[in-house]
């Protein structure tokens, strides 16, 4: 198995970093184009999710961890801060938690495998596994 690691600024235009990095990721375990877009907006609304909505400001960090196997990408992304300091300039989720719903069900949608979690801390996970 091979373990990638992302510790992400909660900031939004860090967003895309992690899209393309998470495509590239995909693609190099073995998915097709179409495979590796479904995993790429999976993450993107789990980072949304778990960084922005239900809070007044965005995570200060997050971390985003793949696990590769044969047939199989597993992808966790969790809040990895005490914090949601990060100014949120525009309100974009103003209307939080049914944006993040809509997210949610985007996410249950497009992966095989999806489990929500909060830690002891309080701090939110979102595990999805994509098969081959």
């Not at 198995?1 to 992690?18: A, H, N, R, S, W």
């Not at 990095?21 to 184009?33: C, E, N, P, R, Y």
Request: proline share 3%; hydrophobic share 35%; net charge negative.
């Amino acid at each position: 198995m091979d373990k990638l690691q992302f510790i992400i600024p909660g900031k939004p235009e860090y967003l895309t970093m992690v899209r393309l990095a998470i495509s590239s990721v995909a693609v190099t375990a073995g998915f097709d184009l179409d495979a590796a877009e479904d995993v790429k907006t999976a993450v993107s609304e789990a980072c949304k999710n778990v960084s922005c909505h239900g809070f007044d400001g965005f995570s200060d960090k997050y971390e985003v961890v793949c696990n590769v196997e044969k047939g199989k990408i597993e992808i966790i992304v969790k809040d990895d801060c005490d914090s949601h300091t990060l100014q949120k300039i525009a309100k974009p989720c103003q209307n939080c938690p049914k944006e993040g719903d809509l997210g949610i069900y985007v996410i249950q949608t497009l992966m095989n495998e999806v489990e929500f979690g909060r830690a002891e801390d309080g701090h939110k996970s979102i595990r999805m596994v994509k098969n081959l």
